[in-house]
């Protein structure tokens, strides 16, 4: 006769087969839409560094500044044909038809060039590309015509701000197949062997993709109304936070659910009772995220502030998912979803065993790593934060200043290349000089003081329409046995609002530290002379964005402890443990820098980190790290209400393991995709995050808390009831039986 719960004598029909089939429709409506959405974000995405910047920064003030004078949004690509001699006169006169064939590409633009080198041995163009174009497809266009065009044996390159714009998009190009691609696999992969089931990872990859589809669905209105900046770098984290959540969030529900179907024969009930059990702390560990991400919108920096809605809209989508999705399919498929493994019914001896020691039923890994916790808790928290301590020491190796440009991409890149060959031949900065802002009162004393700045090549005046002011010097540079072009007639600089534009040329190439402290020195110089004198331009920009980056780390850090510490008091009742698991998050994050930094330095031999990674990897860490603190201990209060706190952390320790080990390498498996795309911030974003995951996975939330919170005992939720001397009845019970806890291993 088959066996059926109270409970599931109450499930009305409809509950039963209707509202799981209705919330299973919506999801595939919104699947349906936000599916090709996925393919539109390119439209509402941009990786214009200037335009991250605050307002408030001097390199966003010159912008504003040029957008007086001309359009200011012009992206130059410098081209450079490299000879391994001298140009013979023949030569240089096909360099020089160049310029016509690249003019008939831009219709409108003036081409400046063929400027040859001191050695004879390049020539240079720059194009200014307008903001209305596509610059991957120009950048592209270009690069075709100068190798067909170009003297034969020569080597070409499309340089500067545009061609590593164009590669930088290029290497992003992968970012909406491969990387999802990449990361489904390896979380189907892992579900397989958690589950031994051939449905239920579809299941939960089901949940994952119709969260991700809703995600995308959102992000993409909410940049189409221009309420956010989406970028390159956004949109690769959004695909992997959704999934990566939606799947951790997922392993709880149906750990619960499957805790249900050993108490109840009736899948809808034991749908409910998994719903009632793992909504609260899933509630809970998506809020903390959310918030924590939130907090990212007190950055100066737009691309931080950009990132906070987009990832906390990706992590939202989730949680529903997890909530409302996946409950409705357990719902309909009951015990058929773990096939061919599937839970069986336990008797009712068996549901609720008497605890006393907290490792009553269990066995294997778990079961020894609660009776290690509970033999020596002092032993093991202690050697624990000694082996963080050291590992965290490496964070002084950190180098997380910037990087130039060219060390951005880590594929083969025309554009680096054609850096490098700037530098064997002109003046490194050729194509992006600084921009400086000055009084026309005193425009020549301002632009004699640049001119004899160290590390500045050539500066000059703009008259109208951004052409430089060199009185005596030929329109365009002669061309060596060609005639020799007409003297450039002395010129007004133009002015407007009382304010020049000076643009100066540098000794270094734009993206590296060396023009970043001409840039510095510059700025220093100039305020002497002219108070309201601004210096701005590429290397400014990337210049003011680690500057404000690194301010961004001390700000936002204090505001993300505060809201997660606020959060798990309400979740908890308590004060003392929310302290400790912020703490020990803390130091599992300096630990994972720690280790990042020496690996970054001596295996990979990254030159150094960008000035954003510290941030991102701790607001990830912090905010996905209290995750498991949130499944772990709301668990173990659960179980200490019922079986006092040192039988309940061991409990509560014993049942989300598994669970939580299994989370932790599903996320730290996504966050590990990231390092398919080609570019050192994310791939240096992936080892941090998934190395981290990992150690607090199996070190911090396995043993640390759990050995430091045993060791409290009744005491860890102060000042709520349960730590109040006398409530901790269990552990009286416990207290009368020393012979059974000697042999279970339980002080």
């Given amino acids: 006769m088959k066996t059926t719960s109270p409970t599931s004598a109450r499930v009305p ?12 429709v919506a999801w595939l409506t919104i699947a349906g839409v936000g599916g090709p959405t996925f393919g539109r974000l390119g439209e509402v995405s941009s990786n214009d560094q200037a335009s991250f910047l605050p307002a408030g920064a001097e390199a966003t003030k010159v912008q504003d500044w040029q957008a007086k004078f001309r359009d200011s949004r012009e992206i130059p690509a410098v081209i450079v044909v490299e000879s391994g001699s001298a140009f013979t006169p023949v030569q240089l006169g096909e360099a020089a038809a160049l310029k016509a064939k690249l003019e008939a590409l831009q219709a409108g633009v003036t081409v400046i060039g063929p400027i040859p080198s001191q050695d004879e041995k390049a020539v240079q163009f720059v194009v200014p590309i307008p903001s209305s174009a596509e610059v991957k497809e120009v ?39 491969i990387l999802l691609l990449v990361a489904l696999g390896a979380v189907f992969l892992i579900l397989l062997i958690v589950y031994r089931s051939l449905l239920l990872p579809v299941m939960v990859l089901f949940t994952s993709v119709f969260a991700l589809c809703a995600a995308i669905l959102l992000v993409f209105g909410m940049a189409k109304a221009g309420w956010i900046q989406l970028n390159g770098q956004s949109q690769g984290i959004l695909s992997i936070l959704v999934i990566g959540a939606a799947t951790d969030y997922a392993l709880l529900y149906v750990a619960r659910f499957r805790e249900a179907l050993t108490h109840t024969t009736d899948r809808t009930a034991a749908a409910l009772t998994a719903w009632k059990a793992a909504w609260e702390p899933i509630l809970a560990s998506g ?15 737009n691309s931080n502030k950009a990132l906070g809605p987009v990832a906390a809209a990706g992590i939202l989508c989730a949680l529903f998912a997890a909530l409302t999705l996946l409950p409705a399919l357990m719902a309909l498929l009951g015990r058929a979803a773990f096939w061919p493994f599937r839970p069986r019914l336990l008797p009712e001896s068996q549901r609720e065993p008497e605890m006393v020691t907290g490792l009553e039923g269990q066995k294997g890994l778990w079961r020894a790593t609660g009776s290690l916790v509970a033999r020596r808790p002092r032993t093991v928290w202690v050697a624990s934060v000694l082996l963080l301590l050291v590992a965290g020491s490496g964070i002084l190796q950190l180098r997380a200043n910037g990087v130039a440009q060219t060390d951005v991409i880590l594929t083969a890149s025309n554009a680096v290349d054609g850096q490098d060959a700037l530098g064997r031949h002109f003046d490194a900065g050729s194509g992006s000089p600084a921009v400086i802002v000055a009084s026309a009162a005193k425009a020549e004393e301002v632009l004699e003081r640049v001119k004899a700045g160290s590390g500045v090549g050539d500066a000059y005046l703009l008259a109208d329409g951004g052409v430089p002011i060199r009185a005596g010097a ?85 505001v993300v402890l505060g809201v997660i510490l606020v959060i798990l008091m309400l979740l908890l009742r308590s004060v003392l443990a929310p302290v400790l698991l912020v703490a020990s998050v803390v130091l599992s994050y300096g630990a994972a820098m720690g280790v990042s930094a020496v690996v970054f330095n001596d295996v990979f031999g990254f030159p150094g980190a960008d000035a954003t990674v510290p941030l991102f990897g701790f607001v990830f860490l912090v905010a996905l790290g209290v995750d498991y603190n949130i499944f772990l201990m709301s668990r173990v209060r659960e179980e200490s209400l019922k079986h006092g706190t040192r039988p309940g952390i061991l409990r509560g320790l014993s049942v989300t393991g598994g669970v939580i080990t299994s989370a932790g390498v599903v996320l730290a498996a996504t966050f590990a995709a990231l390092g398919v ?5 994310l791939v240096q974003l992936a080892f941090i995050v998934a ?19 045993y060791d409290i005992g009744p005491r860890l939720w102060w000042p709520g009831k349960a730590g109040r001397p006398g409530n901790d009845a269990a552990a009286r019970v416990a207290a009368a039986r020393p012979a059974e806890n000697e042999e279970a291993g339980v002080r």
């Fill in 287 to 301: 809020a903390t995220v959310i918030i924590a991400l939130l907090c990212l919108l007190f950055s100066d920096l």
């Fill in 13 to 24: 029909y409809w509950l039963r087969w209707l509202i799981p089939a209705v919330l299973v």
């Fill in 677 to 681: 795309i080609p570019i050192m911030f």
């Fill in 691 to 709: 190395f981290g995951v990992l150690l607090d996975t199996v070190l911090v939330r396995s043993l640390l808390v759990p050995a430091l919170a």
């Fill in 474 to 558: 030929a329109a365009n540079p002669a061309t060596p046995g060609a005639p020799a072009a007409p003297a450039l007639p002395a010129a007004a600089p133009a002015v407007r609002d009382g304010k020049v534009l000076i643009n100066a040329t540098l000794d270094y190439a734009a993206d590296s530290g060396e023009a970043e402290n001409v840039v510095v020195a510059l700025r220093q110089d100039l305020k002497k002379i002219d108070d309201g004198a601004l210096v701005g331009g590429v290397t400014a920009t990337a210049l003011d964005t680690n500057t404000t980056a690194q301010r961004d780390l001390v700000t936002i850090i204090p």
């Fill in 139 to 177: 950048v592209k266009e270009l690069r075709s015509e100068v190798q067909a065009s170009a003297p034969e044996g020569m080597r070409t390159f499309v340089t500067g701000p545009a061609g590593l714009a164009a590669d930088l998009a290029g290497a992003f190009a992968g970012i909406d197949g």
